[in-house]
């Protein structure tokens, strides 16, 4: 006879079981599925808290036991994925999260203020288990929090869904995104010898819910030629080593995942397929590559503009927004424009000064001048995400005193005295029927129009990933390491290489430790999120920028410290501001070593440098627009500093 507490363990899994398989005869292949692993999940995770319970951890041979029980547990965890990551993403990271602490929500701030959120499940079990002195109650926590999660699985809202084919279009385009940034690069896996193991794993259960839904929605099949190459992937993934830093992750995604999500999106476009889900916020349909800049949206370039579409009128909007940004017009004292601390030679940044000078002259300002290139694809804008949208963060930068030092009100009145300006935003108020007269907000959509339209070019990386072209034998060992031994994708997402990561509604900030000099003898001052969400985790976290053009953008980190690529990976490689004996307590990048030879580092360093981008940068306006005031027509285009 088994004992209560055992019976108990048995019992509930048992009874849940039979509960979710009363109706087993009018569910479908896919339906049976689902519930079959959801089961099989449930139990495992109640028999792993219960041996939690019992364990004695002051013997190395329990620690070792519940490890090997939670790695089990996740190769029966990744065969849930495809659903779990789309049905429920917060319930997810409490399963299988990576991060102990998370502010950013589940849809960005656009729509509400972070909340603290603490991590559980399986990745932080097995981090925590790694410690000296490990408390029972606190690994409990863990589990216990991620079994709770796990029921939402077997909640009526979700397990409905199952019954429409639509759902798992999208789903399992959300799969493959992460199959190309995610799954390879040990985000969420602290065991680097088993990410390829898992990843084989899924890749080969995942088939079976393939055909578990082609038997279930017969008129919706999945292509069968998304099928055959998706065989090919498993055969070369099964190939591979299972050492993550030997996997060819170039080959995996160029010739497998790439392609079968154009597959997918085409699907998803031939049947009509719809969503309702706000996993599926940013992604378009549009784009049939994951390389494609139009992957998703974060940002609204056009502003007031939303709704224009003609090209004529687009191009109207873009050609007054190069001028305004030229135009010193926009400051106090007409000296300074958006050219002169964005660059559009120096790919729209400050390649000059470490950190541009004050609008007084006296002192420099406090950060580096980030590229506006690609900054649209940042929810969050601004370093230490200030803004939500592009419009605000200019706005904010012309009225700022340290910057432009203006005043909303005479920056239109300014610019409407001169009869270029006055006649083109006057004409384009059509477009703005909500508005009776021209205001800060027109100006400024015109300005993030003209230059967010730089950020439309591929760069060579993007070519070979599109094309039939091969990257470089170096290129392709450096990003090879860049996903594996340098861990740099595990905050740099493909496909824009910035903290943007699938389902890309979400910016993540990270701390470094940066420091003040390249001696090493202070952290840096500057508490970046910190001052918009004043919490332990946010002191000194900046928001994970793109490295599209970085060999370009010199000097690096917030406040320029660092003048070279070779420096920055160099830091990174020894392990951060901690790693040099600062005191960054809450530091995310890890403190050990990765260690990187001399020859990995300029591999990384070539991968990085194809990401620069084949812009066709244009030339300054040769005159501005005149102002009836004439005190101010000797402006100088570009601005004096």
């Known amino acids: 006879m088994l004992s209560k507490p055992l019976a108990v363990l048995f019992f509930v899994p048992l009874l849940i079981f039979v509960m979710a398989f009363k109706t087993v005869d009018t569910q479908t292949a896919y339906q049976k599925l689902y519930y079959q692993q959801f089961e099989q999940l449930n139990f495992n995770h109640t028999k792993i808290v219960s041996e939690i319970k019992v364990a004695d951890f002051n013997l190395q041979k329990n620690i070792h036991d519940i490890k090997q029980q939670i790695k089990n547990y996740r190769h029966n965890l990744k065969t849930f994925d495809i659903w779990m990551r789309y049905f429920e993403p917060v319930a997810y990271k409490k399963i299988n999260g990576p991060l102990p602490v998370e502010w950013e929500t589940e849809v960005n701030e656009k729509f509400e203020k972070p909340y603290k959120r603490l991590g559980a499940g399986f990745t932080l079990g097995l981090l925590y288990l790694e410690e000296n002195n490990i408390n029972k109650d606190t690994l409990l926590r863990f589990f216990t929090q991620s079994q709770q999660a796990l029921q939402v699985y077997n909640h009526d809202s979700i397990t409905n869904r199952l019954a429409d084919y639509q759902h798992f279009l999208f789903a399992n385009r ?144 873009k050609n007054i927004g190069k001028l305004l940004f030229y135009d010193p017009i926009l400051s106090a004292n007409n000296q300074r424009s958006c050219a002169s601390c964005h660059n559009p030679t120096q790919f729209f940044t400050d390649t000059t000064f470490k950190t541009h000078p004050h609008f007084s002259k006296a002192v420099s300002l406090s950060r580096n001048t980030p590229s506006l290139i690609n900054v649209a694809a940042n929810h969050l804008i601004m370093l230490d995400g200030k803004h939500i949208s592009l419009q605000n963060q200019a706005k904010d930068v012309i009225t700022n005193a340290n910057e432009m030092a203006s005043d909303a009100k005479e920056v239109v009145e300014k610019v409407m005295n001169c009869k270029t300006y006055n006649k083109t935003f006057t ?127 010199k000097p690096y980190m917030h406040n320029g410290v660092f003048d070279t690529l070779e420096e920055v990976i160099a830091f990174y490689n020894t392990g951060g501001g901690a790693a040099h004996g600062l005191s960054v307590d809450n530091q995310t990048l890890s403190s050990d070593s990765l260690p990187l030879t001399t020859k990995e580092i300029y591999q990384i360093k070539t991968f990085i440098e194809s990401l620069t981008e084949n812009i066709a940068f244009d030339s300054a306006p040769k005159t501005l627009p005149k102002s009836a005031q004439k005190a101010i027509n000797n402006r100088k285009i570009g601005g004096e500093y």
């Open 174 to 317: 959300l799969y493959l995104l992460n199959l190309a940034a995610i799954y390879t690069t040990g985000f969420e896996c602290s065991d680097t010898a088993a990410i390829i193991p898992e990843l084989k794993h899924m890749l080969g259960f995942t088939k079976q819910i393939y055909t578990a839904y082609n038997q279930t929605f017969s008129t919706k099949k999945i292509p069968d030629e998304y099928l055959k190459l998706y065989d090919e992937m498993v055969k070369f993934t099964n190939a591979q080593p299972n050492l993550y830093t030997h996997f060819n992750h170039y080959l995996f995604i160029k010739k497998y995942v790439n392609l079968l999500f154009k597959i997918n999106q085409t699907w998803i476009n031939t049947t009509k397929a719809s969503t309702k889900s706000m996993i599926d916020y940013s992604l378009t349909k549009t784009s049939t590559s994951i390389f494609d800049k139009n992957l998703y949206r974060a940002q609204n370039p056009k502003g007031v503009f939303l709704r224009v579409a003609e090209k004529k009128d687009l191009e109207v909007i």
């Open 427 to 553: 004409q384009l108020l059509k477009h703005t029927p909500q508005e009776t007269s021209v205001t800060f907000e027109h100006i400024v959509s015109a300005i993030t129009l003209y230059y967010n339209s730089f950020s439309a070019y591929d760069s060579p990386f993007d070519v070979a990933m599109n094309t039939q072209t091969e990257a470089s034998e170096t290129v392709i060992k450096g990003f090879n390491l860049f996903m594996s031994k340098a861990q740099c994708a595990t905050c740099h997402f493909v496909p824009q290489f910035n903290g943007v990561k699938p389902p890309y509604t979400n910016s993540e900030f990270e701390v470094l430790g940066t420091p003040a000099d390249k001696n090493y003898k202070n952290l840096s001052q500057d508490l970046g999120r910190y001052t918009q969400n004043a919490a332990l985790e946010t002191k000194n976290a900046f928001r994970t920028g793109s490295l599209r053009n970085s060999a370009k953008t």
